[in-house]
């Protein structure tokens, strides 16, 4: 069986901070319970309430896989109604 890994362990794994880890966690749980959630969840296990969070490997590597955007494939991100990509470039006839 693969060592579990901590959310200090996983965090720089993942890119993120120990309290970023913290939330992705707290949002996959409000999943978990049928709760509808914006963003992306992550797999773990926990021993019991108030036990320590734990990922496999596996979940770490497989919520990189769902949540990259492969070059070519990403959509225009609006903010506050702006769009930062310049449409202009475009020829949308």
Same mark, same amino acid.
């Given at each position: 069986?693969?060592? $579990?890994? *901590?959310? @200090?362990?996983?965090?720089? $794994?993942?890119?993120?901070?120990?309290?970023?880890? !913290? +939330?992705?966690?707290?949002?996959? !749980?409000? @999943? @978990? !319970? /049928?709760?509808?959630? +914006? /963003? @992306? *969840?992550?797999?773990?296990?926990?021993? /019991?309430? /108030? #036990?320590?969070?734990?990922?496999?490997?596996?979940?770490?590597?497989?919520?990189?896989?769902?949540? *990259?955007?492969?070059? #070519? =494939?990403? +959509?225009?991100?609006?903010?506050? #109604? +702006?769009?930062?990509?310049?449409?202009?470039?475009? =020829? $949308?006839?």
């Amino acid at each position: 069986m693969t060592p $579990l890994l *901590t959310i @200090a362990e996983a965090a720089p $794994l993942l890119g993120r901070s120990v309290h970023e880890v !913290r +939330k992705l966690v707290a949002r996959s !749980r409000r @999943a @978990a !319970r /049928g709760e509808t959630v +914006k /963003g @992306a *969840t992550i797999r773990f296990c926990q021993d /019991g309430k /108030g #036990g320590t969070i734990r990922f496999r490997p596996e979940w770490i590597e497989e919520y990189v896989d769902r949540t *990259t955007v492969e070059p #070519g =494939n990403e +959509k225009p991100r609006v903010t506050r #109604g +702006k769009s930062r990509f310049d449409w202009s470039d475009l =020829n $949308l006839s």
